[in-house]
């Protein structure tokens, strides 16, 4: 596994503006991923971050409201833009190795609590 | 129907007491199958991983995956307080797809 952080750790912020949540990894992975986990619901994908690539999003999340970036194989950003009071959610990035071992398998930041007003 | 079905509880239980916790499945393509412990206001811990059919012990917990029947379980011997903590089961075809969370609570 691997020590991963997440900043900020929580958030309240206005309808209309935009936040930028980082991951980071204290060791190079393979995949990072993010999920909204909102209360009472199961974690839910919102996109795969790729290295030096797009972001490869899931059915009902968009680029536009949802920009990702990973500059590198430790480190990747999700902006939660234009934001309303249903974006209020937890927030949280997942890394995997994809070898043979591990494969699929996933572990968590801390995730990020957003609240929005 | 949802692709993965887990009792959201609560589940109180005393201490020393066996768990059981299960999720059943639809999608017979599954092909990993993992519970992970998610404390209050943390992110989800992977705490078992499984692949085939049949049981893995790690300890106190014991998974079990029974792909006839689309159905997997966590078994948690001896609970302790420290073991409250929502669990969610999750399976993987390309991406993992999660239940909903079972909360636990164990008291002394």
């Known amino acids: 596994s691997a020590v991963i952080s997440q900043k900020p750790s929580r958030d309240i912020c206005q309808r209309g503006t935009s936040l930028t949540i980082q991951c980071q990894v204290d060791s190079q992975v393979t995949m990072m991923f993010w999920y909204r986990q909102q209360p009472g619901q199961s974690l839910t994908l919102i996109a795969t971050a790729n290295q030096g690539s797009e972001a490869t999003y899931e059915s009902g999340f968009v680029i536009d409201k949802f920009p990702i970036s990973r500059p590198n194989l430790t480190f990747s950003t999700l902006t939660v833009s234009n934001m309303s009071p249903e974006d209020s959610s937890i927030y949280l990035c997942?890394?995997?190795?994809?070898?043979?071992?591990?494969?699929?398998?996933?572990?968590f930041g801390p995730g990020t609590r957003l609240t929005v007003l | 129907q949802k692709e993965v079905e887990q009792d959201p509880g609560p589940l109180s239980v005393p201490e020393g007491a066996i768990v059981s916790l299960n999720c059943t499945y639809s999608n017979s393509a599954f092909q990993y199958f993992m519970w992970y412990r998610q404390y209050s206001r943390k992110g989800p811990e992977l705490l078992m991983y499984?692949?085939?059919?049949g049981n893995k012990e790690d300890g106190r917990f014991t998974a079990q995956v029974d792909k006839s029947s689309k159905y997997i379980s966590l078994f948690i011997r001896d609970s302790q307080p420290s073991d409250s903590a929502t669990y969610l089961c999750?399976?993987?075809?390309?991406?993992?797809?999660f239940g909903t969370g079972t909360r636990l609570q164990v008291f002394p």
């Open positions: 499984t692949y085939s059919s």
């Open positions: 997942s890394v995997s190795w994809m070898d043979v071992e591990s494969s699929d398998t996933q572990y």
């Open positions: 999750a399976m993987s075809l390309g991406k993992l797809i």
